[in-house]
Each structure stands twice: as C-alpha cells, then as structure tokens.
C-alpha cells in the first residue's frame, strides 16, 4: 500500500461555507434537535468540523437513537410502527425496524396533499430539442393514481416484478412510483443497451409487465428500438402485458397497451402498506464474472437512506430543483427520483451529455434554474479540455452545489468548477455505489471542501479504510470498510440460495464487515479520498459496465480467440480502458476487423462499452483455475511492479504479464 500525504501537507480548503449558510442548513437543525431530545453531543459553537465529527460519531455509536430519530425528523408515516430499530445487527442479514409497515411512493407523493404546492412542477422534462416541460404534483400523483389502478386490474400483485425499458423521462417515473404504490418490485434498463444486455437482467427476476419505448433522442439522432422490443418481448415469457411508450411518435405494436390509455384517469392512488423490508426494486452489477448480480434493496431501507442524504447532506427541500444527468440503467436515477421525497423538483433530462456542445448539461441547468447540479467528474474533466466557461457564458446563479460521482473526481476537477463555475460554491464529490444504492461519503454543508477530496464519511455509516491485515488506517490507503449495517444494504440477491452470491461479494474476504471495491484514504482531519476501484469493475462515464458482457460480443467474431478489457484511471482524471485481443491462427488486426469490433459492441451493448483502444497480444493471461487475470493486468498498467501485482506461482504463463510491464512504461506509469 502507498502513504497517503499527511493533511498537514495539504492545500488549505479551496472553499468555506459562511456563518449563514452553515446557521440555514438543515443538518445544523438536526444537530441541534437531536442534541436536545436524542442525547446526541451538543454543536461546538462557531466549529462546525468538530460538530460534524461529533455527530457522525454518534450516529455510529448509536445507531438506534439516530435511525429514530431521523425518522421523527423526516416525518417517516409508519402505517405500523415499529417498537425496536435495529433488531439483529450482523452483516449480513441485518434486520431494520421489524414490524413496520409503510410505503415508498406514498412519501414521494405527499407534497403534493398541500394545495400550495399542487400546482408546483414535480418534474421538469427536457432533451436536446425541446424547453422544460412541467409535470406538476398534482397531475404526477394523478397519472401515478391512475397507472397503479391498471396495474391492479393486470394482475399486478404484491412482489410482482415490473419491468421499464425507458429513458430518463417522466413515464419512467410515474412507472416507478406506479409499481411501488402497488407493492410490486421495479426494474429498469436504459434503451441504450442491446437486447442481450437487457434479458441477462430482467429474465433473472422474471417480471410480469414491461413498459418499453419506441426509441430515443441521442446526439441529435433518432434511435429506434422497435426490433429490440419486440426481441424483449419474444424472449420474457413471464410478461403478461406490454406498455408501449410512444417518445418517437410510433403507434402500439400488437397486443400492446397504449401508455396514454392507463395513464388519463384523473385516481387518487391507493397505497399498498408493505413490511419495511419489502422489495422497492432490483439494480444490476456490472456482471464482471457472469450475469449480472440482482440486487434487492427495501422500500422502507431505501426510504430511510435517501432521505438522510437528500435533506441533510445533500440539502435539499421544497423550492430546490435537482439536475442528475444520468440513465435508468444507473442507480443515480433511482437517487434522483428519490428527490421527491424531500420535495425537491426533479430535472430530467434526455439526452446527450454533449450535445450540441461540451456545455450542454450546464445549458440545462440555466433553462431549468437548477440548485443541485450532478454530473460526472468525467463530465467535468472534459469541460475543462474543452475550455468551457459555464460561469462567464451563463446564468448559473441558482447553483449553489456541483455535485460529482462515477469516479474519482482530482484536484484539478475541483479548481477548475471554483474557477470556471463560481467561487463561492459548495462542490460535493461523493462515492458510494450501486449496491446500496447511496454514498459512504461526501457532501456535507457545513463543511469546507479540499480540492481531490470528499468531505467526510456520511452519517451512520461506519467506513473504515483497512490494509491486508484486516486492521483499520488512517493517512494510509486501505480497502473500503463499512463495519456496521446501513438500511440501504440489500435484503438478498435475487435467485441466490444461501445467499451464496451476495455473501461472497461482499463478505468473504473480511467475514462480519462490508468490503465494497475500492481503495480509500481517511485523513486524520475527517475527509475521505478515493483511489478508484480495488477489483477489475469497469467504470466508464459514471456507468458501472462488466467486462463478461464485452467477451460475450467479442468472443462470437471468428477472428478472436480471447479478449482481455481493463479499465484504467489516470493521474489527469481521465479513464482509460483498452481492449486486448488474442487473435485466432490466420487473422488480422486490420481496419475491417477493428470497425466490426467495435460495431459489434456497440450494437450488443451500448456506445460506452466501445473500447478506447484494441490492441492485439500473443495471449491471455490466466490463473491456474482458468480465471483471466484482469486484476493484476490492472494494476500492472497503473505502475505497480509485477512481484507486487501478482504471485507469478499462480499464473499459467507469466511472460505474458511482461507485455503489460512493458505497455506501462511506454505510457508513462513507471
């Protein structure tokens, strides 16, 4: 493991929230009404570092007295109230608030119930050709009502999965909202991927319904997916019903239910009460070694959760207005709709992030005067290429946080949104993950921000940085521990007996405690810094990708024997992720090969699967069991010495790893 430079080395904070702003943030509130009731530690008056660690550190220690009293805080309707918070606290298994009853979308809905707000949008939908188009609270929970009404008469029970083949759009959200009334378990893909991409999600859970699109808008092209469809439909024996969602203008293919026709009903929705560790929906891993993991997260889990990061760390209530860009195959989707929760408006949009211009995503957020922006630090790292200045060119002046995920966003990322955005503004990297569907770490409001780093470990949440040894660092890096539950934590697998999978995925290698993926530093003045990936997961453009899903297309051309994919975070910020290929006998890396390559990906997958490079290699290296050695390959192209990247005992051909040696030092990483 490297050292971590000392904070005492360090910049000093490139920004400070004012007296103001730390008095009128909701966390400081909590603190106060905690302290008060809760028997949390009081505020240090004019120190709010110190207050922060001592309340983190008190949600730790407390989980039951903090998980209460955030619900109380928040408003939570228990339709059956829970007498304990925490009845069994292993890892996993886990168990939350035992007997209670509620339901997700009946929270996301309740702004709404005042008349003040009813006419106030919900939503704000726009694209790469079209203004912000208001949903407001009202006509949401109406439609809301009124799907959740056809659902019912589908057939549509309790645990019955429900499919979503949809862009970032309001149908996509009503949809969600729509199953979760119902008590029915929401899954969605964004229409970008291919249709092999899509069934090796949804035919593991089985659903019973699909709404699906007829394309999309994309770089100011039409993307029709009318063959994929219908491929989808083919090949999901289990749906009973398909929802046609027209966003291209195309009539209902046969047998298929006409969006409009389910959703014009002026219905008060009926909220089914599930138990809190009731399924809200399944999120999809990267599928690095096989399928893709069915991850199962609780509507009263994922309740709980967001609603601790979207009011206190994220700060957002009623008259903010939240802009993600992401994709429903990203779980920042689902984060993003759960904006709702605290009375945020949601900005969606459909799109290119790039399109006409780099500037595009900050476009968005001037014509829907957008307060939270999140983005990617890839995102950010290419405006900065590209010489975008939002702040000179624009009305930014409602933004009051930037807010970055997908990677590792450096210091140079941070310098240049003070510079090129606003000075006076609160910049929010975090870093959490699908599996939990939330953040470790990262924004906190009253806290000054460090260029490179995350402001602090979230609330309740244990995070430790361990070396091999198993034994908590801190100014070093470790692997990234969470040493206690969160309510966010999957309830299961979906199709894992035993819970075999998921207890492998997270457990194994440090029995009792979360080990996630990725490599951290925990200063010893309470920030968090991330290393980027431990294990061989893509991670391109904020998206989570899995390298099987690209030797499955690539493998079917004749021409190629194996393949090899890497994902590679550079010093600059930039992600570098090659292909390397093992030719069969006779072939040849030519530019007819190469185009297929690539469009074979495309094609199967999705643009971001498209390798940066191919690069053709005598052969691939495996472990003695036959496993690819993606892990090692990594880290030996990030510089690491190859006795300290792998055992060479364990390879079935070592040679070939000196290609990788070799590849580095050319680039530059030795």
């Given amino acids: 493991m490297t050292t971590a430079p000392h904070p005492a080395d360090q910049h000093e904070p490139l920004w400070r929230p004012d007296a103001d702003r730390v008095a009128r943030a909701r966390i400081t509130r909590f603190h106060a009404r905690v302290a008060e009731e809760h028997g949390a530690p009081a505020p240090v008056p004019g120190d709010p570092a110190a207050s922060y660690a001592a309340l983190h550190r008190w949600s730790v220690a407390e989980p039951e007295r903090f998980w209460r009293a955030l619900t109380e805080w928040c408003d939570v309707r228990f339709s059956t109230p829970s007498e304990r918070v925490l009845a069994d606290r292993s890892m996993p298994g886990a168990v939350w608030f035992p007997g209670a009853t509620l339901s997700y979308a009946e929270h996301a809905l309740r702004a709404a119930e005042d008349p003040a707000r009813a006419g106030e949008p919900a939503l704000l939908h726009t694209g790469e050709n079209h203004e912000p188009q208001p949903v407001t609270w009202a006509e949401l929970r109406s ?50 991927f291919g249709a092999r991409s899509v069934l090796d999600r949804f035919q593991q859970v089985e659903p019973v319904v699909l709404f699906a699109v007829d394309g999309y808008t994309y770089g100011g092209r039409r993307h029709e997916r009318a063959d994929v469809v219908a491929e989808l439909r083919g090949q999901l024996p289990t749906v009973r019903a398909v929802v046609h969602v027209p966003l291209l203008g195309t009539p209902a293919p046969e047998g298929a239910l006409e969006w409009s026709a389910l959703t014009s009903d002026a219905t008060e ?49 009623p008259g903010d207005r939240f802009f993600w860009y992401t994709s429903t195959g990203w779980m920042m989707w689902n984060f993003l ?95 959490g993950g699908t599996d939990v569907c939330s953040c470790f770490a990262g924004a906190v409001p009253t806290l000054p921000v460090y ?116 994902g590679v975070e550079e010093p600059d910020g930039g992600y570098w992720m090659p292909l390397f290929v093992h ?81 580095a030092k050319a680039r530059g990483r030795v």
């Fill in 269 to 317: 929705p009926v909220f089914e009460q599930v138990p809190f560790d009731h399924p809200l929906w399944v999120l999809y891993s990267s599928g690095t070694t096989g399928l893709p993991k069915a991850i199962v997260q609780s509507q009263g889990g994922i309740l709980v959760e967001h609603l601790k990061q979207l009011s206190l760390h994220c700060d957002l209530g």
């Fill in 337 to 431: 709709v759960s904006g709702l929760l605290v009375g945020a408006t949601l900005v969606l949009y459909d799109g290119s992030p790039a399109h006409p211009g780099t500037d595009a995503q900050w476009r968005v957020a001037e014509r829907t005067g957008t307060t939270l922006f999140g983005t990617s630090a890839a995102y950010v790292m290419a405006c900065r290429k590209a010489g975008v200045h939002p702040g000179r060119d624009l009305d930014l002046s409602r933004v009051r946080c930037v807010a970055t995920t997908g990677s590792p966003l450096p210091p140079d990322g941070f310098r240049w949104i003070h510079d090129e955005v606003a000075s006076d503004l609160w910049i929010a990297s975090v870093s």
């Fill in 143 to 192: 439609q809301v009502g009124s799907l959740a009404a056809a659902l019912r008469r589908l057939g549509v029970r309790p645990g019955d999965r429900v499919s979503g083949y949809l862009p970032n759009v309001p149908e996509a959200v009503v949809a969600l909202l729509a199953t979760a009334a119902v008590g029915a378990v929401w899954t969605s893909c964004a229409p970008d």
């Fill in 451 to 566: 260029a490179g780093e995350l402001q602090a470990p979230a609330l309740g949440t244990d995070l430790q940085a361990w070396d091999e040894a198993g034994k908590p660092v801190t100014d070093e890096v470790g692997e990234l521990i969470v040493a206690a539950p969160l309510p966010s934590m999957p309830v299961r697998f979906w199709n894992d007996p035993g819970d075999k999978r998921y207890r492998e995925s997270y457990f194994e290698t440090f029995p009792g405690v979360w080990r996630h993926g990725d490599w951290i530093t925990l200063t010893s003045r309470g920030t968090v810094v991330i290393h980027g990936r431990s294990d061989s997961t893509l991670n391109r453009q904020g998206v989570r990708m899995g390298s099987a899903d690209i030797y499955e297309a690539v493998e079917r051309l004749p021409e190629i024997r194996e393949s090899l994919v890497i």
């Fill in 583 to 663: 030719l069969a006998p006779g072939a040849t890396l030519d530019d007819d090969l190469l185009a297929r390559i690539k469009s074979t990906i495309r094609a199967e997958l999705s643009p971001r699967h498209v390798p940066d490079e191919v690069v053709e290699v005598r052969g691939i290296p495996h472990t003695l069991t036959g496993k690819r050695l993606e892990v090692p390959v990594k880290r030996l192209l990030q510089g690491t010495p190859l006795e300290k990247a792998v055992n060479p005992g364990s390879v079935d051909d070592v040679e070939l790893l000196r290609f990788y040696v070799d590849l």
